[in-house]
């Protein structure tokens, strides 16, 4: 009874000593009352987990201008208690710039601290920082979901021991410009965990030496967990997209995954077991493979390559790549071996060149390789079949026949689906019965869908090999997005028991409103959605019609993809209107296709000679701005070009030449005598002032127009609208003002 009571005095103790609490964010600033700071400050200081949900919807501007590093400034968010960050479909805003001699923006060939002639405007930290360094950590989880990031260094250093979940999670455009250290998205410290799930990660840049700079990395880790992800355009192949080092009994699962143009695995350590299931990797639709694109297991455990698609463009390495001296795509470097089941494995050309890499390479002792009688590895002139049989020890490897559709040159964003599409007839095709159950090495749990969400068991009891099931349902694509419009390709559904199909609908709402359908003749497998609304993110999906429009005549419906179509950009109409040392620009607001605006950038240069300075605006409803500071007698060349939804806008352009004639802020030194009306005005322009005096009225530019004395009503109905200069002499003085013309 005496133990029973100090449990429960134990508990009580425990629990009025922690009390989780949630922290709405409400500002659009990172700090300050009501800030992400703030939250991330009071949740630290609170001991146990709590909860920071943001209001739904809500746009953070995380722009740290003329950011310094060092220390916890590395970091925007420090988090060192367990907490979960639930942004509610809202977004974190960085803002990277950079200016090359050119006036050109954000040029990604050469990180801007090491390019000659860049000026950099505005730098970004690294995201968060999980847990403590240097400190055990193990108390700490951190979870983050329903969050967009964009423009940060990186995304996030987890300390010893801490564990960072992911979940819907994007992150866009992380280029790591601090002082051009090259550093990947994630990395994990001893003990350190990460869990990803339902995100995408797309547009990184490191600058990194090729296959060193890793975009998700760890150094005597646990786990890594990946499942439902998209990895699009990081680093271009030049890093690996992970390369892991884990302790003992650690492990590396990715399931139902894309993987393109973003670099390889490269697995080492003491991780137990690493398995890649259900997913696709594609090293790029037109290039070499790179450094960083090659699969290599250097772990002691095995690596399980299940029902997955590999496809690399061709097998010939580029310069980086030859110069480490890989031999192989596919690499067994360490005491673990690659296990590949129900997998294709292929190139979308082949070469005959001598300097070809194997696609499966052993350094390692004993075998490293093995291979079920439902994997298909394409043969090359250094590997034939009989070579790739005797290192899988699979006599009866798939080998022959024709496998994908290749080569192909892809037409879609995303050009994977294209990529790896099953031959028919080919040798992919309803190839493994539906007993055979693919299984989630994450929980367990049998997989239905392929990784592009269509069933992975067609109507016959079928899947196929690889990670793309062609079958009764379409496989749909995006294809070109363009103003208004969205286009769209799908595949032919298979085995349709001979019933011709008469049709296909497509099937297309605003994403949580009602939809609408157009159908398509049967002998199109494009089509293109027009009068969509820019700006607006729709979803899409095709099912094939065997009869009449009925349900029970429709075939399975497609996957699901979703597009924000977008109008053309238009440059802003820029007046230049010169004065004493300074030049006031006015302009109209541009044209934006339906994108969300950002900021403005105003740019300006002696003409014919070099870059002055820059002005950023981040209001769009301002359209002034008057540069001071300005030699009189230099002509200057003004660009101004808007950012809305990353995208740079053409540029409008004047040029004017400030002259101490030209001073337009000083007629109010008359103290009141002298007044003129309207302004703006239309046809005629009154001046009041009793004494006598000479009025001239130039264009923007210096050109006299009307040279008039004492005339105290200036007809102005001929002129077209503008600005124009104003100029009032008394006796030895001349005062001068802007005057818009309607």
Same mark, same amino acid.
């Given at each position: ?509 605003? #994403? %949580?409103?009602? &939809?609408?359908?157009?159908?398509? *003749?049967? $002998?199109? +497998? ?5 009068? !969509?609304? @820019? ?112 995208? #740079? %806008?053409?540029? &409008?352009?004047?040029?004017?030449? *400030?002259? $101490?004639? +030209? ?5 109010? !030194?008359? @103290? ?71």
């Amino acid at each position: 009874m005496k133990k029973q009571l100090l449990i429960l005095v134990t508990l009580f103790c425990i629990q009025i000593g922690y009390s989780q609490t949630t922290y709405t964010v409400t500002s659009t600033s990172k700090d300050g009352p009501g800030s992400i700071n703030e939250a991330i400050d009071l949740a630290n200081s609170n001991a146990g987990a709590d909860i920071i949900e943001f209001t739904p919807g809500l746009q953070i501007d995380a722009t740290h201008l003329f950011y310094i590093p060092g220390g916890l400034a590395d970091y925007m968010l420090n988090i060192t208690e367990s907490v979960t960050i639930d942004g509610k479909g809202g977004a974190l805003i960085g803002s990277q710039r950079w200016i090359n001699p050119s006036g050109e923006w954000n040029s990604l060939n050469n990180c801007p601290s090491r390019a000659t002639g860049e000026s950099i405007l505005a730098s970004m930290p690294n995201f968060m920082q999980v847990g403590t360094i240097n400190v055990d950590n193990t108390a700490i989880t951190v979870t983050v979901k329903n969050l967009s990031i964009e423009q940060f260094n990186s995304i996030a250093k987890v300390r010893e021991n801490a564990v960072l979940e992911f979940e819907n999670f994007n992150a866009d455009k992380i280029w790591s410009t601090l002082n051009c250290n090259s550093r990947g998205l994630l990395s994990a410290d001893a003990g350190a965990s990460i869990s990803i799930k339902n995100s995408q990660f797309i547009n990184t840049v490191n600058w990194g030496v090729p296959a060193t700079t890793s975009e998700i990395s760890s150094s005597n880790a646990g786990d890594l967990t990946i499942e439902n992800t998209l990895f699009y355009n990081n680093n271009g192949g030049n890093q690996f997209a992970i390369s892991w080092d884990g302790q003992p009994n650690s492990k590396v699962n990715i399931v139902s995954s894309r993987f393109m143009l973003s670099g390889g695995m490269f697995i080492s350590g003491s991780v137990s077991v690493s398995n890649f299931v259900n997913s696709i990797w594609v090293n790029e639709d037109d290039s070499n493979p790179k450094s960083g694109d090659r699969i290599i297991n250097s772990a002691s455990g095995d690596m399980n390559i299940t029902a997955s698609s590999l496809m690399w463009n061709n097998n010939f390495c580029d310069g980086e790549c030859q110069s480490q001296l890989s031999e192989s795509l596919i690499e067994r470097r360490g005491a673990g071996k690659i296990n590949f089941k129900e997998s294709a494995i292929g190139l979308n050309n082949t070469s005959g060149l001598a300097t070809l890499l194997n696609t499966l390479g052993n350094t390692g002792t004993g075998a490293g390789f093995t291979a079920d009688t439902e994997t298909w590895i394409q043969p090359t002139t250094n590997q034939d079949v009989a070579a790739l049989r005797a290192i899988t020890f699979q006599p009866v490897l798939r080998s022959n026949g024709t496998a994908f559709n290749s080569p192909v040159v892809p037409s879609t964003l995303y050009f994977d689906a294209e990529m790896v599409t099953p031959a028919f007839p080919g040798e992919l095709i309803d190839i493994i019965p539906a007993t055979s159950v693919l299984t989630n090495p994450i929980n367990s749990t049998p997989i239905t869908l392929d990784v592009f969400g269509n069933a992975r068991n067609d109507a016959n009891g079928l899947r196929d090999i690889g990670a793309f099931q062609l079958g009764l349902a379409p496989a749909l694509s995006l294809g070109t997005i363009t103003d208004g419009s969205v286009g769209l390709s799908w595949t032919e559904p298979l085995h349709h028991a001979g019933i011709a199909i008469l049709n296909y609908r497509i099937t297309y709402s605003e #994403v %949580g409103g009602f &939809g609408d359908f157009v159908d398509v *003749p049967s $002998t199109d +497998l494009t089509t293109t959605i027009t009068g !969509l609304t @820019n700006g607006v993110e729709y979803e899409f999906s095709v099912q094939a019609n065997y009869g009449a429009i009925t349900p029970g005549n429709l075939g399975p419906q497609s996957n699901t993809v979703s597009a924000t179509p977008y109008g053309t950009m238009t440059a802003p109409a820029v007046t230049a209107t010169p004065g004493n040392t300074e030049v006031t620009l006015s302009w109209n607001a541009p044209d934006l296709g339906g994108r969300t605006f950002q900021l403005l950038n105003i740019l300006w240069f002696e003409q014919g000679g070099d870059f002055v300075d820059v002005h950023t605006i981040y209001d769009i409803n301002e359209t002034t701005y008057t540069v001071t500071g300005l030699t009189n007698g230099t002509t200057y060349d003004f660009k101004i070009s808007a950012k809305a939804s990353e995208k #740079v %806008g053409p540029t &409008g352009t004047a040029s004017a030449t *400030p002259d $101490t004639g +030209l001073g337009i802020d000083d007629l109010d !030194l008359l @103290n009141g005598k002298l007044s003129y009306y309207p302004n703006p005005v239309n046809d005629y322009l009154h001046i009041n002032l009793e004494e006598q005096f000479q009025a001239r009225l130039y264009s923007i530019n210096g050109v006299l127009l009307i040279d008039a004395k004492s005339e105290k009503t200036i007809d102005i109905s001929n002129f077209t609208s503008g600005t124009y200069i104003l100029q009032i002499q008394v006796e030895d003085k001349t005062y001068s003002g802007k005057i818009l013309k309607k």
